[in-house]
């Protein structure tokens, strides 16, 4: 199930990119705002209503 939601974040992020997001994905963003998270996208993540405040207290880890 997980590896589904990461799929499905990394689809949105192109729709994104293409900006042809539509309303059921951004309640998806929202829905799995913990995963959202974790992957580290700052587009996901403003999608999904995620505050400055959560993304600082958010230990992301990074590959860098």
């Given at each position: 199930m997980i590896n589904n939601i990461k799929d499905e974040l990394k689809r949105i992020s192109k729709e994104i990119?293409?900006?042809?997001?539509?309303?059921s994905e951004i309640f998806f963003l929202q829905e799995h705002?913990?995963?959202?998270?974790?992957?580290?996208?700052v587009r996901l993540a403003e999608w999904a209503g995620i505050t400055e405040e959560e993304w600082n207290k958010q230990e992301l880890d990074l590959p860098f």
């Open positions: 990119e293409k900006e042809e997001i539509s309303y705002k913990a995963e959202v998270l974790q992957m580290g996208d």
